[in-house]
């Protein structure tokens, strides 16, 4: 692609803080004020921006993969054109994007060159015209660049990750800001369509349905459109040479889409033939599926070691096993549909996804969740100390938001409430959890308060306390 000069210079970062600041001192009334550069997330609070809420992202992609193994992706080319088509929630002089790495060439607002700076991870913008609260506005921004892989609070690495042929991202938690400029916080979902052009012999796999693929000149472009919202940390793009098999599942002939590095197809296809049974049996625990494709991505990252729940197709590091599966595919509905307001409530994601684990076990000649649990509450916290190192609903940092206590004694939560409600009632639960937030946010009070209007006279006073907030091994099972 080519790209034209900026219309407008970069301003230098100073100046820009300064006309910002100037603003804002003018306190509301006729003028905006900038938007804020976070969301005041507990554990990321730099992550997404105030001032706009986006509903649809409009992404152009095109990317050149380096020398894979032997470069780790030093020559690899990420060129990008994003249109964010957002709402302004409140009387906007500036507001920021999140952006990692790159380079950005231009922004505009409403097709006007907009002034804009960068600091860290934050893409401030000033668009020429103030945006008025309530204002639907969109924003382009041509950038390119390597991506960069991001390394977590936790040690494990996300981002835009190189892989032998090719490359994968992974949002989890902060990751997208590496190859989109957005709001990168699950608390504003969104609409895609991502499009990617790749050399003519390689795929380029993301979210939700492929509405087009078409080779010219060598390169070949993929259209993919997720109609349903999407938080950034669930966007994918996967780009490299895959085995490809597309099929339908049920009576409603849902979309399958599965790519898998041939190097790990024999090793995968025992397993991702289970995936309609899965999801079947998904189904009828937790209703109704929430998106309208599914699949899975088996690829080889060179630096990530974790499945990710990507919204539609879940990725994996190499052939997953079925409990890995389960779980990816039980995040679909809790996780991805139903999505944590901040980072704080990541419990309701991997407590809910590794019940689910416990669950399928259950119906399929294994432990009952009941004997996981007393196996687990058995462990002391001399010989288990990570179980109980901190409560479930307040991980001790951003660093261990994927601890065990978020989703084992996550999980232990669950199981407690179904001991409390009995069996029917709980299955209502899950369902109607699944049902009540469908392609929303929601965090743990939301939860409690409805576990409570759903099983009136029974008391959860102990289990909240001890279970959810209580430090150290609770008394009782
Ligand atoms: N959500 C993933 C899973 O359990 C695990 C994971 C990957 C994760 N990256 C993360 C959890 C970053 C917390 C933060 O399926
Ligand atoms: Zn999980």
Wanted: glycine share 10%; hydrophobic share 35%.
């Amino acid at each position: 692609m080519s790209r034209s000069v900026p219309v407008v210079p970069a301003v230098p970062a100073f100046l820009l803080a300064l006309g910002l600041a100037l603003t804002a001192c003018s306190g509301g009334g006729v003028h905006g004020s900038p938007g804020s550069s976070g969301v005041h997330d507990p554990y990321f609070p730099k992550a997404g921006n105030g001032g706009y809420d986006v509903s649809h992202y409009d992404l152009k992609l095109a990317y050149t993969p380096g020398q894979g193994d032997r470069d780790r992706g030093q020559g690899s080319r990420l060129t990008g054109t994003a249109t964010l088509t957002a709402r302004a929630t409140e009387h906007l002089s500036a507001f920021d994007l999140d952006l990692k790495g790159l380079d950005v060439e231009d922004v505009t607002v409403e097709g006007r060159p907009a002034r804009w700076s960068r600091s860290g991870q934050e893409l401030a913008v000033r668009p020429h015209d103030d945006l008025d609260a309530d204002e639907t506005f969109r924003v382009t921004v041509h950038y390119s660049g390597t991506p960069e892989t991001i390394t977590d609070p936790d040690g494990s690495e996300e981002g835009w990750l190189p892989t032998a042929d090719g490359a994968l991202a992974l949002g989890e938690p902060t990751g997208s800001m590496a190859w989109l400029p957005g709001n990168d916080h699950p608390s504003d979902k969104a609409s895609y369509d991502i499009t990617i052009t790749v050399p003519k012999g390689l795929q380029a796999v993301s979210n939700g349905e492929l509405r087009g693929e078409s080779t010219s000149g060598g390169r070949t472009t993929f259209a993919w459109r997720s109609a349903e919202p999407m938080a950034t940390y669930l966007a994918t793009v996967a780009v490299g040479r895959y085995d490809i098999s597309r099929s339908t599942l049920g009576p409603g002939h849902l979309p399958v889409y599965i790519a898998v590095d041939p190097t790990q197809a024999r090793a995968a296809r025992g397993v991702l033939a289970k995936l309609p049974e899965i999801m079947e049996w998904e189904e009828y625990n937790f209703g109704p599926y929430p998106f309208s494709s599914t699949g899975a991505i088996v690829d080889r990252p060179q630096d990530a070691g974790y499945a990710l729940e990507t919204q539609t197709r879940p990725v994996f590091p190499g052939a997953p096993d079925t409990t890995t599966l389960v779980h990816e595919l039980a995040h679909q509905w809790y996780g991805d549909s139903v999505t944590p307001k901040t980072w704080q409530d990541m419990w309701l994601n991997e407590g809910f996804a590794t019940y689910a684990e416990w669950l399928w076990a259950e119906d399929h000649d294994g432990d009952t969740a009941q004997q996981t649990f007393d196996r687990l509450y058995a462990h002391g916290e001399d010989d288990y100390p990570d179980l109980w190192s901190f409560p479930p609903a307040k991980p001790t940092s951003a660093a261990h938001i994927s601890d065990d206590p978020v989703y084992v004694r996550g999980a232990m939560v669950l199981q407690k409430i179904r001991r409390t409600v009995g069996d029917d009632r709980f299955y209502d639960i899950v369902q109607g959890w699944a049902a009540a937030h469908r392609h929303g946010n929601a965090d743990t009070d939301d939860f409690t308060a409805y576990v409570e209007r759903m099983a009136p006279g029974k008391d959860f006073t102990g289990i909240w306390r001890d279970w959810l907030y209580g430090k150290g091994k609770p008394d009782r099972p």
